[in-house]
Structures are given as structure tokens and as C-alpha cells.
């Protein structure tokens, strides 16, 4: 959507949003790889009260994306709450061991028929890498613009 340039609620064109941009992106492609790994594992490998969340995680995700690439004036503040929830979310669910019980997809001593392999863990921490990092450019993009 275009926005005349007094309306447009932007968070500006400076090296913090670019960074946020750039770090959005990659988190776009780390939610895809974490959501392919869930999709090779199967369903139902996981309890549906992990599901519930993943699927609340991932509306927010998007929403996240389309406020930053449309820069919106609550990207950064998006990003930041988004980033920081999930990165501790997906370390408790998948690095602690099988402590929360639905609230666990646990990496650490899996049954088989969870399916997790290295590309599991590569996802796992490629999706929380990224959500740090979102989170961290949304902090940056939203000091430039205070």
C-alpha cells in the first residue's frame, strides 16, 4: 500500500532500519526451515499444546515480517517482542530436557519417534540465532527513531 509521504508511518530509511530489514529477512527464511523440519517429523510428533503455540508464534511471526517490510511505526516494537518471546520459547521447548511436559518438544534424549536429527537441531537453533537477532535490530531501529 502506498502512503503519502507526510501520512506513511514509517520508521525511516537509516542504517537501524536496513539492519532490521536485513534481520527480518533472515528470520523469514529461519521460521521456514524450523516450520520444514516440524512438517519432516511429522504433526503429530508434537503435543497440541506445543502446536497451539507454534501456530500463535508463527501468526505473530508474519505479522512481524509485513510490518517491517512495510515499514510500518510498530515494526521495531514488533520485532523486539517477537524475537526475545519466541528465542526463549523455542530453548525451552527444544533445549531444555523434557522438563514442561506438553509444553516440551525436547531435543535432549528424544524418543524415535520424534524424529529429531541434526537438521532438527540446525533448525532449532538457526530459528532461535535469527529471533535474537530480530529482536535485537528491532531495538536498534526503535532507539533511531526515539
Same mark, same amino acid.
Given at each position: 500500500?502506498?502512503?503519502?509521504?507526510?501520512?506513511?508511518?514509517?520508521?525511516?530509511?537509516?542504517?537501524?532500519?536496513?539492519q532490521?530489514r536485513w534481520?527480518t529477512?533472515?528470520?523469514?527464511v529461519?521460521?521456514?526451515?524450523?516450520?520444514a523440519?516440524?512438517?519432516?517429523?511429522?504433526?503429530?510428533t508434537?503435543?497440541?499444546?506445543?502446536?497451539?503455540?507454534?501456530? %500463535?508464534?508463527?501468526?505473530? @511471526?508474519?505479522?512481524?515480517?509485513?510490518l517491517v517490510?512495510?515499514?510500518? =511505526?510498530? $515494526?521495531? &516494537?514488533?520485532?523486539?517482542a517477537?524475537?526475545?518471546?519466541?528465542?526463549?520459547?523455542?530453548t525451552l521447548?527444544?533445549?531444555f530436557?523434557?522438563?514442561?511436559?506438553?509444553?516440551?518438544?525436547?531435543f535432549?534424549?528424544?524418543?524415535?519417534?520424534a524424529?529429531?536429527?541434526?537438521?532438527?537441531?540446525?533448525?532449532? %537453533?538457526?530459528?532461535i540465532? @535469527?529471533?535474537?537477532?530480530i529482536?535485537t535490530?528491532?531495538?536498534?531501529? =526503535?532507539? $533511531?527513531? &526515539?
Amino acid at each position: 500500500m502506498a502512503y503519502p509521504t507526510a501520512a506513511r508511518p514509517d520508521l525511516g530509511t537509516g542504517p537501524a532500519y536496513s539492519q532490521l530489514r536485513w534481520a527480518t529477512g533472515l528470520f523469514a527464511v529461519a521460521l521456514l526451515i524450523h516450520g520444514a523440519d516440524h512438517l519432516r517429523r511429522g504433526m503429530d510428533t508434537i503435543s497440541s499444546t506445543v502446536m497451539a503455540l507454534g501456530t %500463535v508464534q508463527s501468526v505473530l @511471526a508474519v505479522v512481524t515480517i509485513v510490518l517491517v517490510f512495510t515499514g510500518h =511505526r510498530w $515494526a521495531a &516494537a514488533a520485532a523486539i517482542a517477537v524475537g526475545f518471546v519466541s528465542a526463549a520459547g523455542f530453548t525451552l521447548v527444544h533445549l531444555f530436557p523434557d522438563w514442561f511436559g506438553p509444553l516440551s518438544d525436547s531435543f535432549i534424549n528424544p524418543p524415535a519417534s520424534a524424529k529429531v536429527n541434526g537438521f532438527s537441531w540446525f533448525a532449532a %537453533v538457526f530459528e532461535i540465532i @535469527a529471533d535474537l537477532l530480530i529482536g535485537t535490530a528491532g531495538l536498534r531501529a =526503535r532507539r $533511531a527513531i &526515539a
